[in-house]
T-cell receptor, first 114, second 113 residues
């Protein structure tokens, strides 16, 4: 079965510091992977996606993620955190269980302090 | 600006009442997902449709929940009777064939008292 695991329900960084949010996947075939962001009282917005093209994927708001097959990882990074990055971040994978479906990890809340 | 529209945005109801949540997917999208978000369980996939046909509703409590797509522009999620444990934010998302991106609505915040 395919799934994603997000390590750390909360991550705290200072403004200007590196952001690293971890996501590991389990899949027997090359997966489609996604990072979504959710701001308070909002729906989910796509940050970036990996669909088996380039392994380093750049997204919106300065975020990027690297697909590493050897580590089964798809960690999200941003070189310098802004206060406006404070939100919940979800890693997601397409499951191919006869039919495709989109399944999410448990989420990581990013806290940014001045 | 294409977007997924969910109504109502907020719903407070008494236990035992019927609740219907509606979703208008993006025009041309043929895949619709229903998710439930709670603090304890995170984002749970309840059901999803392709070309209006239900593909998987294994995440949905069958005794009280039902999901339908009367036509390509409307998806509904119904709870009858509602219970306090159903209190959550319910999200609808739509995608085109291949699901390279799913677009989410703003959600319906349901409170059952």
């Amino acid at each position: 079965a395919q799934s994603v695991t997000q390590l750390g329900s909360h991550v705290s960084v200072s403004e200007g510091a590196l952001v690293l949010l971890r996501c590991n996947y389990s899949s027997s075939v090359p997966p489609y992977l996604f990072w979504y962001v959710q701001y308070p009282n909002q729906g989910l917005q796509l940050l970036l996606k990996y669909t088996s093209a380039a392994t380093l994927v750049k997204g919106i708001n300065g975020f990027e993620a690297e697909f590493k097959k050897s580590e089964t990882s798809f960690h999200l990074t941003k070189p310098s955190a802004h206060m406006s990055d404070a939100a919940e971040y979800f890693c997601a994978v397409i499951l191919n269980t006869g039919f495709q479906k989109l399944v999410f990890g448990t989420g990581t809340r990013l806290l940014v302090s001045p | 600006d294409a977007r997924v529209t969910q109504t109502p945005r907020d719903k407070v109801t008494e236990m035992g009442q019927e609740v219907t949540m509606r979703c208008q997917p993006i025009l041309g999208h043929n895949t619709v997902f229903w998710y439930r978000q709670t603090m304890m369980q995170g984002l749970e996939l309840l059901a999803y449709f392709r070309n209006r046909a239900p593909l998987d509703d294994s995440g949905m409590p069958k005794d009280r929940f039902s999901a339908e797509m009367p036509d390509a522009t409307l998806a509904t999620l119904k709870i009858q009777p509602s219970e306090p444990r159903d209190s959550a934010v319910y999200f609808c998302a739509s995608a085109s064939q291949g699901i390279t991106e799913a677009f989410f609505g703003q959600g319906t915040r349901l409170t059952v008292v």
